[in-house]
């Protein structure tokens, strides 16, 4: 089979969506289409400040629906999390799960879903397709422009025992409706919109260089990253611009519907390893690595890199391969700086002594797989090296 000429077979999976603004009101009518009796909103402090919990709530009573609202969700959601949240949904009898917020919330409420349907705790399921039993009905309303889980057949759930994070990837965790709202991003404040976005472009630029890459993510990737190369410093700067949250949530979007098909590589497997051990920020973690990620990858798809590069406005026409390669790596050290990223990744906790286990963490992270040149324990411990000292 080959592998480049994009007729090999592909599968491409993606829930019903609603996106545009005043989405977030439509969730008291779905949830209703869903027969729910009463929905389990699975959110974060944050989100209810930012006063999204509220309108939510709003939409669900003029259907007469009642909810139960479980905050115990922390970023990088861990294993008894979920546990706390399915003994929560039983108690207060729900049968429909909201999510309610960013990657957290949605991954613990994918993570309640299936625990609770398969009498099992959330890390049975770790791995491709290990899900027996689908979960309730799951509704998702994003409120960060980066994780897209309200549109992905991942969850990335901690397990605190071993201190990894694993993921479970599955049809069953594909919500089965998302309200994408780019107001409810207009509240995020400036660092995290900076690391949400960073997350998205992330997933964008590993999707589109990822060995199972299709026509179809194809075309998600780089749409999706020339929007958020274009509008992530423009949406810090002007927070409260619609017309910037709306392309990065459509960015986030279309990059969370390119990874949820083609896979990502090595920036996630070594982001979700930071994450399990030291808990460190997941969008911050990727800001930190990918350029370090793309010096290493290059020399395998170089002509898809250089695509990146055109999508994110860089010419580069006549430059030889070595001098290609520098101006994407400078482009993106270049957003990552001007999006407030600036550090290495000592400045999340890591430090020499984690790099042997991290390595061996991230070697066995299923993100690795698609990763389009194939990486040595050896070679990841020097790509951490090189991004804790520079
Ligand atoms: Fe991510």
């Not at 949904?89 to 349907?117: H, Q, T, W």
């Not at 919500?175 to 994408?180: F, G």
């Not at 709202?181 to 207009?186: H, V």
């Not at 700067?237 to 979007?253: D, V, W």
Request: charged fraction near 15%; include cysteine.
């Amino acid at each position: 089979m080959t592998t480049q000429t994009g007729y090999e077979l592909r599968k491409f999976v993606a829930p019903e969506f609603v996106y545009g603004i005043g989405a977030l009101n439509l969730i008291g009518r779905y949830a209703k289409n869903f027969a729910a009796r009463k929905t389990l909103i699975v959110t974060d402090p944050g989100v209810v400040a930012a006063g999204w919990l509220e309108k939510a709530t709003k939409s669900l009573a003029s259907e007469n629906i009642p909810w139960a609202v479980f905050q115990g969700t922390t970023p990088n959601p861990k294993d008894y999390e979920v546990a706390n949240g399915v003994e929560f949904y039983r108690e207060n009898e729900c049968d429909v799960i909201i999510a309610l917020g960013g990657g957290s919330p949605m991954d613990c409420a994918k993570g309640i879903g299936i625990a609770f349907a398969n009498r099992k705790d959330v890390l049975a399921f770790e791995g491709v397709d290990e899900v027996p039993i689908p979960g309730p009905p799951l509704l998702c309303i994003p409120t960060t422009a980066g994780t897209a889980a309200d549109v992905s057949q991942f969850a990335i759930i901690a397990d605190t025992s071993r201190n990894l994070k694993i993921a479970i990837v599955s049809k069953t965790v594909v919500p089965d409706i998302a309200l994408i709202d780019p107001e409810t991003t207009t509240t995020m404040p400036g660092e995290l919109t900076a690391a949400t976005g960073m997350d998205a472009l992330v997933h964008a630029i590993e999707a589109y260089v990822s060995n199972a890459s299709s026509p179809v993510t194809d075309l998600n990737a780089l749409a999706a990253i020339t929007l958020l190369a274009k509008n992530l410093i423009s949406a810090m700067e002007q927070p409260n611009e619609i017309g910037f949250r709306h392309n990065m949530m459509l960015g986030s979007l279309l990059a969370g519907l390119a990874f949820s098909n083609a896979g990502l590589g090595l920036v996630h497997s070594m982001a979700h390893s930071m994450g399990g051990l030291l808990d460190s920020p997941h969008g911050i973690c990727n800001a930190l690595l990918l350029d370090h990620v793309v010096n290493f990858n290059y020399q395998a798809v170089p002509e898809r890199y250089d695509r990146i590069a055109q999508a994110m406005g860089l010419k580069l026409d006549g430059l030889p391969p070595e001098s290609r390669k520098e101006a994407l790596l400078k482009c993106i050290a270049g957003l990552r700086k001007d999006a407030g990223i600036v550090a290495t990744i000592g400045s999340v906790g890591v430090t020499a002594g984690h790099l042997p286990q991290l390595a061996n963490n991230a070697l066995h992270d299923p993100c690795s797989v698609t990763n389009p040149r194939p990486a040595s324990v050896q070679d990841i411990e020097a790509l951490y090296a090189r991004a804790l000292a520079q």
